[in-house]
């Protein structure tokens, strides 16, 4: 059992919070279509020249594309206006002009697309390669020429171009995992993380070290990868703004299976079972189907408690809950590739991809 891995995102990104961005609105338009052009031939020995003016070329797209090269929103507020390239006009001698290049915007997997006025999901980035041409491009003017009939022989009229599509968007950032590690703030959720890949969070004995969500990849077995998740934690009252808010519960959504960690051995603030309540109840409050998914628990920092302790504990705890329990030490590696077992057991019976409950549509 191998329990090494590689962090899914470089650590610059773990050093600055301003790095790791999961929401924007931005303005996007499709590039206005070109005008057509009025123009009649001019040539030597040809005194009667017919119309011969160009149609204006479309104007480009905005297209959205899932892509896996990032992992944040951070470079797309860098701005907040996206217009695609517009379409050149029409020229005489049936020179049609040139359409406008599509504006491809590359979003982070997981993001969902939605119209910022109605709130309407527009589109689910769910998969690498997934695309949605978000805003079209107006349509080219026709010149001169197409507006010719048996009583116009010189029609002196062209079409304008169309205007492009315009809307403004709201993007927001599911993290796509295969677990998400939960639990109260100090439960070790960043200790394990790094413990079991090689991720690196921040790591300190206070609340609130874990600023936004983290991702490494464990390593079971060969050719078999675990995407984890460390998730800040979550207190009484997150599913309404209190703490960190539930600005980070959306991540869970996404993950196929929820890593329960609960300390053991609190030091102060609430007790094991009371911590694992609070949690739950955010879950179910912030979303019911959240608190459906599946869950193993995990009660860490064992290595603070003599064994009979320990054990007396996790036994009380696990008939509380009716559930099974492990029991782990994150600091000390105990336990813990019995857990990445457990884990990765778990994985194959549920569904191989996650999905949120918002429908995809274009």
């Given at each position: 059992?191998?329990?090494?891995?590689?962090?899914?995102?470089?650590?610059?990104f773990?050093?600055?919070?301003?790095?790791?961005?999961?929401?924007?609105?931005?303005?996007?338009?499709?590039?206005?279509?070109?005008?057509?052009?009025?123009?009649?031939?001019r040539?030597?020995f040809?005194?009667?020249?017919?119309?011969?003016?160009?149609?204006?070329?479309?104007?480009?797209?905005?297209?959205?594309?899932?892509?896996?090269?990032?992992?944040?929103?951070m470079?797309i507020?860098s701005?907040?206006?996206?217009?695609?390239?517009?379409?050149?006009?029409?020229e005489?001698?049936?020179?049609?002009?040139?359409?406008?290049?599509?504006?491809?915007?590359e979003?982070?997997?997981?993001?969902?697309?939605?119209?910022?006025?109605?709130?309407?999901?527009?589109?689910d980035?769910?998969?690498?390669?997934?695309?949605?041409?978000i805003?079209?491009?107006?349509?080219?003017?026709?010149?001169n020429?197409?507006?010719?009939?048996?009583?116009?022989?010189?029609?002196?009229?062209?079409?304008?171009?169309?205007?492009?599509?315009?809307?403004?968007l709201?993007?927001?950032?599911?993290?796509?995992?295969?677990?998400?590690?939960?639990?109260?703030?100090n439960?070790?959720?960043?200790?394990?993380?790094?413990r079991?890949?090689?991720?690196?969070?921040?790591?300190?004995d206070?609340?609130?070290?874990?600023?936004?969500?983290?991702?490494?990849i464990?390593?079971?077995?060969?050719?078999?990868?675990?995407?984890?998740?460390?998730?800040?934690?979550?207190?009484?009252?997150?599913h309404?703004?209190?703490?960190?808010?539930?600005?980070?519960?959306?991540?869970?959504?996404?993950?196929?299976?929820?890593?329960?960690?609960?300390?053991i051995?609190?030091?102060?603030?609430?007790?094991?079972?009371d911590?694992?309540?609070?949690?739950?109840?955010?879950?179910?409050?912030?979303?019911?189907?959240?608190?459906?998914k599946?869950?193993i628990?995990?009660?860490?920092?064992?290595?603070?408690?003599?064994?009979?302790?320990?054990?007396?504990?996790?036994?009380?705890f696990?008939?509380?809950?009716?559930?099974?329990?492990?029991t782990?030490?994150?600091?000390?590696?105990?336990n813990?590739?019995?857990?990445?077992?457990?884990?990765?057991?778990?994985?194959?019976?549920?569904?191989r991809?996650?999905?949120?409950?918002?429908?995809?549509t274009?």
């Amino acid at each position: 059992m191998h329990t090494r891995g590689a962090a899914c995102s470089s650590p610059f990104f773990y050093h600055l919070l301003q790095m790791f961005i999961d929401e924007a609105t931005i303005y996007v338009a499709g590039g206005d279509g070109g005008h057509g052009c009025v123009s009649f031939r001019r040539e030597k020995f040809v005194p009667k020249g017919g119309p011969d003016g160009g149609h204006g070329g479309n104007g480009g797209e905005v297209v959205l594309h899932a892509s896996e090269k990032t992992d944040t929103l951070m470079d797309i507020t860098s701005k907040t206006k996206y217009i695609a390239e517009n379409g050149r006009h029409g020229e005489g001698a049936n020179r049609h002009g040139r359409s406008g290049k599509d504006l491809i915007i590359e979003l982070p997997v997981g993001t969902v697309v939605r119209d910022r006025d109605s709130g309407r999901v527009l589109k689910d980035l769910t998969e690498p390669g997934q695309y949605v041409r978000i805003a079209r491009g107006g349509t080219g003017g026709r010149g001169n020429k197409s507006f010719v009939s048996p009583t116009n022989r010189t029609p002196r009229t062209a079409e304008s171009g169309k205007k492009g599509q315009e809307r403004w968007l709201k993007l927001e950032l599911k993290l796509v995992a295969d677990v998400g590690i939960i639990g109260m703030p100090n439960a070790g959720k960043s200790t394990l993380l790094s413990r079991i890949s090689k991720a690196h969070p921040r790591i300190a004995d206070y609340p609130f070290t874990t600023l936004y969500p983290h991702l490494g990849i464990v390593e079971v077995e060969e050719f078999r990868r675990i995407v984890v998740a460390d998730l800040p934690g979550l207190i009484q009252g997150a599913h309404s703004g209190v703490g960190l808010g539930d600005k980070f519960l959306r991540h869970a959504e996404r993950t196929r299976l929820l890593l329960h960690l609960i300390d053991i051995a609190p030091k102060d603030g609430p007790s094991p079972l009371d911590a694992y309540h609070t949690v739950r109840k955010e879950l179910e409050r912030h979303d019911p189907e959240l608190s459906k998914k599946a869950e193993i628990i995990a009660l860490n920092k064992t290595d603070l408690l003599d064994e009979t302790l320990c054990e007396k504990t996790a036994k009380s705890f696990q008939k509380a809950v009716s559930r099974p329990v492990c029991t782990i030490s994150s600091k000390t590696g105990s336990n813990l590739e019995t857990l990445i077992k457990v884990v990765a057991e778990t994985l194959r019976t549920l569904p191989r991809e996650a999905r949120s409950k918002e429908t995809a549509t274009t």
